[in-house]
T-cell receptor, first 109, second 116 residues
Framework: GQNIDQPTEMTATEGAIVQINCTYQTSGFNGLFWYQQHAGEAPTFLSYNVLDGLEEKGRFSSFLSRSKGYSYLLLKELQMKDSASYLCAVRDSNYQLIWGAGTKLIIKP | GAVVSQHPSWVICKSGTSVKIECRSL??????MFWYRQFPKQSLMLMAT?????????EQGVEKDKFLINHASLTLSTLTVTSAHPEDSSFYIC????????????FGNGTRLTVT
């Protein structure tokens, strides 16, 4: 079956760096997405990786290793507004999006 | 760009009534729209995939006669929850994509449905 694993919850301190990992086992691979979702709101797109390596976008970076079925989202200079759930999603060979359960990130002052 | 508008944002209805939720892509043509449901503290659950001009594809366990989906144009899809029950209370989110590859899904703001 298809599976995406990410930690349920993480806690970090304002101003610090946090890395949220995502491992996947899917039928084929056509890209990996990271989304941010604040409580009670719809997800918003953060990043997309289809080739191995690091994609940087301001304070957020996303890394992909296709051979390891692994990705991480790196958040730098954490701000209180970064408290949210972070969803990892993989597009499989049928271009279906398979969603992880999300990682709830708690930022403490 | 790539804005998806979902309406209403929240709705309260009585058990047994039907509720229609609209999802519009405002500045792009959405060949495919997806409907998700999300219960508190849980991940997104795909309910169905709708392609313009054809019947929706429902995920296993989702009743197609209860959750009616219509995708009549490239910019509009509707989800109708028929004969709603309290257990249908949830956060319903639509998303739209303009293609494959690097194009991400764009989400509507979601509809909070409460059935009393």
């Amino acid at each position: 079956g298809q599976n995406i694993d990410q930690p349920t919850e993480m806690t970090a301190t304002e101003g610090a760096i946090v890395q949220i990992n995502c491992t996947y086992q899917t039928s084929g691979f056509n890209g990996l997405f990271w989304y941010q979702q604040h409580a009670g709101e719809a997800p918003t797109f953060l990043s997309y990786n289809v080739l191995d390596g690091l994609e940087e976008k301001g304070r957020f970076s996303s890394f992909l290793s296709r051979s390891k079925g692994y990705s991480y989202l790196l958040l730098k200079e954490l701000q209180m507004k970064d408290s949210a759930s972070y969803l990892c999603a993989v597009r499989d060979s049928n271009y279906q999006l398979i969603w992880g359960a999300g990682t709830k990130l708690i930022i403490k002052p | 760009g790539a804005v998806v508008s979902q309406h209403p944002s929240w709705v309260i209805c009585k058990s047994g009534t039907s509720v229609k939720i609209e999802c519009r892509s405002l500045d792009f043509q959405a060949t495919t729209m997806f409907w998700y449901r999300q219960f508190p503290k849980q991940s997104l659950m795909l309910m169905a995939t709708s392609n313009e001009g054809s019947k929706a594809t429902y995920e296993q366990g989702v009743e197609k006669d209860k959750f009616l989906i219509n995708h009549a144009s490239l910019t509009l899809s509707t989800l109708t929850v028929t004969s709603a029950h309290p257990e249908d209370s949830s956060f319903y989110i639509c998303s739209a994509g303009s293609g494959t590859g690097a194009s991400p899904l764009h989400f509507g703001n979601g509809t909070r449905l409460t059935v009393t």
